[in-house]
């Protein structure tokens, strides 16, 4: 049978091909959630899942968790990157409306679509609905090794506040160390006195830029103590003590103080005043781990600003860097006042 030929009319000259669907849009909790979940363990851990997270702001539910983890609902809040129905980019975004505090985490492209705007477009989206919003700022997190997204934020704007370094020890490793003939003498560290509270939270607050508390500012009360903290403790399982590093003229220089919750990590804090950090740590940092080794034997979480005197105490008492984060902000201006972001 013969095979009849058919003409193919051309198409006209202002023809354009469908483009793929590619576009951002909110997150829809129910449909998205177990997508972006996988997305994240792509973006943020190693082949096997089993890598450490560089800048996601909670640890990543199982999916079977998904529906009765109420951390999941963090992941509701933002946008995403759709490309042909399937997800690809994600940005989680939190807001805290009584700091008036703008948070952007999780910045996730799928590690084949990467280099082609998506984190770019979703970052300048997020922006956009916080300038909509009457922000004044926007806050983010970003790995210290991860040098193209902090180049790429910087290129947005964002300055550099400071870096905070995440360790990890146990009680029962710890290591003790001996003082130097440099120190202090061990009087000058004392237990905080309740009355000291306001001073240890003003020398808190000069030791460290507020935009580096995260998620919110630290409460005013921090190192209140009392009946009734003591009360509030006792009856959820918590403790808490501070110390006191004064100099010989009574001058409160520095503080540390110790959070502990039942069967959870014992988490410590550490401030020495601007003016004499560099000088005063090691008396404090040697009284606190005593404490330590003391108090507990479980784990041991102690977040401290990146810098050479506090890291060398920290590995010499065994304990482990987990990881650092680049804290970032960009100022938005304010409405009608006509001057660009900075």
Same mark, same amino acid.
Do not use: C
């Given at each position: 049978m013969p095979i009849r030929e058919t003409s193919v009319t051309p198409p006209p000259r202002d023809f354009v091909a469908p483009s793929p669907r590619r576009f951002v849009r909110l997150i829809h909790f129910r449909r998205d959630v177990p997508q972006i979940v996988e997305l994240l363990r792509l973006a943020f851990y190693d082949?096997?899942? =089993?890598?450490?997270?560089?800048?996601? =702001?909670?640890? %990543?539910?199982? %999916?079977?968790?998904?529906?009765?983890?109420? #951390?999941?609902?963090?992941?509701?809040?933002? %946008?995403?990157? *759709? *490309?042909?129905?399937?997800?690809?980019g994600n940005i989680t975004i939190l807001r805290y409306p009584k700091s008036k505090r703008f948070l952007v985490v999780n910045v996730a492209? !799928?590690? *084949?679509?990467?280099?082609?705007?998506? =984190?770019?477009?979703l970052m300048g989206a997020a922006i956009e609905a916080a300038r909509r919003e009457g922000q004044t700022a926007v806050l983010l997190q970003v790995d210290k090794k991860n040098e193209s997204a902090q180049q790429l934020y910087q290129h947005m704007n964002f300055d550099i506040v400071g870096q905070m370094t995440s360790w990890r020890g146990d009680g029962v490793g710890l290591r003790r160390l001996p003082p130097s003939l440099q120190d202090e003498p061990s009087d000058t560290v004392r237990r905080l006195r309740p009355r000291e509270w306001k001073e240890a939270f003003a020398l808190d607050r000069a030791h460290l830029p507020i *935009? #580096?508390?995260w998620p919110e500012? $630290?409460? !005013?009360? %921090?190192?209140? $103590?009392? #009946?009734w903290q003591w009360l509030f403790y006792m009856l959820n399982g918590r403790s808490f003590e501070a110390w006191r590093m004064v100099t010989k003229t009574g001058e409160l220089v520095g503080v540390s103080g110790i959070w502990g919750e039942w069967g959870q990590p014992f988490r410590v804090r550490m401030r020495v005043h601007p003016l004499w950090q560099g000088k005063v740590e090691r008396p404090l940092f040697l009284k606190t781990v005593a404490r330590l080794s003391e108090l507990t034997s479980r784990r041991v979480y102690w977040d401290h600003p990146d810098d050479p005197t506090m890291n060398a105490l920290l590995q010499a008492a065994k304990f482990r860097p987990r990881r650092t984060l680049t804290h970032m902000k960009l100022?938005? =201006?304010?409405?009608?006042?006509?001057?660009g972001a900075k």
């Amino acid at each position: 049978m013969p095979i009849r030929e058919t003409s193919v009319t051309p198409p006209p000259r202002d023809f354009v091909a469908p483009s793929p669907r590619r576009f951002v849009r909110l997150i829809h909790f129910r449909r998205d959630v177990p997508q972006i979940v996988e997305l994240l363990r792509l973006a943020f851990y190693d082949g096997q899942g =089993a890598g450490r997270p560089s800048s996601t =702001a909670f640890d %990543l539910p199982s %999916l079977w968790m998904l529906k009765v983890d109420p #951390m999941t609902n963090r992941l509701g809040n933002g %946008l995403v990157w *759709e *490309e042909n129905g399937r997800i690809v980019g994600n940005i989680t975004i939190l807001r805290y409306p009584k700091s008036k505090r703008f948070l952007v985490v999780n910045v996730a492209v !799928h590690p *084949e679509w990467r280099r082609r705007g998506i =984190a770019r477009r979703l970052m300048g989206a997020a922006i956009e609905a916080a300038r909509r919003e009457g922000q004044t700022a926007v806050l983010l997190q970003v790995d210290k090794k991860n040098e193209s997204a902090q180049q790429l934020y910087q290129h947005m704007n964002f300055d550099i506040v400071g870096q905070m370094t995440s360790w990890r020890g146990d009680g029962v490793g710890l290591r003790r160390l001996p003082p130097s003939l440099q120190d202090e003498p061990s009087d000058t560290v004392r237990r905080l006195r309740p009355r000291e509270w306001k001073e240890a939270f003003a020398l808190d607050r000069a030791h460290l830029p507020i *935009e #580096m508390d995260w998620p919110e500012p $630290t409460p !005013h009360d %921090l190192y209140k $103590t009392g #009946m009734w903290q003591w009360l509030f403790y006792m009856l959820n399982g918590r403790s808490f003590e501070a110390w006191r590093m004064v100099t010989k003229t009574g001058e409160l220089v520095g503080v540390s103080g110790i959070w502990g919750e039942w069967g959870q990590p014992f988490r410590v804090r550490m401030r020495v005043h601007p003016l004499w950090q560099g000088k005063v740590e090691r008396p404090l940092f040697l009284k606190t781990v005593a404490r330590l080794s003391e108090l507990t034997s479980r784990r041991v979480y102690w977040d401290h600003p990146d810098d050479p005197t506090m890291n060398a105490l920290l590995q010499a008492a065994k304990f482990r860097p987990r990881r650092t984060l680049t804290h970032m902000k960009l100022r938005l =201006a304010k409405a009608g006042s006509g001057e660009g972001a900075k």
